[in-house]
């Protein structure tokens, strides 16, 4: 199976079993390694080079059509969400108007934080789209005047003497009670009922076989997290991988449920159709 996922350490702690052959009766895998926007782009044009893809859960309106979400390997969780950054104390209010950097228009970070917007700060001016990694430093020399971050960036972004204006995560979980939906797996459809279950399944066993041994996955994980502290690659892992990535659960599909139809609701993604997400 041909599958692309990010370099980041979550996704390289849950599929390193299943990438290293370790997983009993599951399909071998080719794997690619691409940015999530990338991947995002990829599951957009239905790309026929890639079986299984990670991709932001805010995509899937667009392709749930070609693709089934699968019910584990995934990221959701409490206490994870995305961050806006500013270079000094501010209140939401004081975005009205300014320029606020984001890693992408496609991502579930900016559909969370456009619902948040939408209540907090109704008028932002620009969106600006930059690379994840140039984002606080933009916010830090004043290029822009807000960032939303994701990922390991809030366990970094007081080395860069910025300030957390808002919680994402926080605002998401205050106004629904349920866990934050951040990053899907998603497989082709066309691959047929049976092979999604035993995707599913495979991916469900790599989670599993990571917990159960997290050293074996220490070397694949360093090698592909650009430089990160091992320190920082661990709190990665121990917030983005937990109960929902081994299996999404009722929750978890409320969860997701949920933020596509708050978002199709304010007409940032299209509807989905009443049975586009049910299980595999």
């Known amino acids: 199976m041909r599958i692309a996922y990010s370099p980041c350490p979550n996704d390289t702690f849950v599929f390193h079993a299943w990438a290293h052959g370790r997983v009993p009766d599951a399909p071998p895998l080719d794997v690619t390694f691409a940015d999530i926007d990338v991947t995002n782009g990829l599951a957009e044009q239905r790309t026929e080079d890639l079986d299984i893809l ?27 969400g995305p961050l806006v950054l500013t270079n000094g104390p501010r209140q ?18 900016y559909l969370l934080f456009r619902l948040w917007a939408a209540a907090e700060a ?30 390991e960036a809030r366990f970094t972004y007081e080395q860069y003497g910025l300030h957390c204006l808002a919680d994402m995560g926080e605002h998401w979980e205050a106004t629904t009670g349920l866990p934050i939906p951040l990053g899907a797996i998603i497989a082709r459809r066309s691959l047929g009922e049976a092979k999604l279950k035993q995707l599913a399944e495979a991916a469900r066993a790599s989670v599993r076989m990571a917990w159960d041994d997290p050293e074996a996955s220490r070397a694949y994980v360093m090698e592909h997290a650009q430089e990160m502290d091992p320190g920082v690659a661990d709190q990665h892992i121990g917030l983005y991988v937990n109960e929902f990535t081994a299996d999404l659960g009722e929750d978890g599909y409320a969860a997701i449920r949920g933020l596509l139809t708050r978002a199709a609701a304010e007409g940032l993604v299209p509807p989905i159709a009443p049975h586009a997400l049910d299980p595999v």
């Open 92 to 109: 939401p209010a004081d975005l009205n108007g300014k320029v606020i950097a984001v890693p992408s228009e496609r991502s579930t970070a």
């Open 54 to 80: 990670k991709v932001s859960y805010a995509v899937l309106p667009w392709v749930l059509d070609d693709y089934a979400l699968l019910p584990a390997g995934g990221a959701l969780g409490r206490g994870c």
């Open 122 to 151: 109704p008028r932002i001016g620009e969106v600006k789209v930059l690379p994840f990694h140039e984002i606080m430093p933009a916010v830090r020399d004043g290029k822009v005047d807000a960032g939303l971050v994701i990922h």
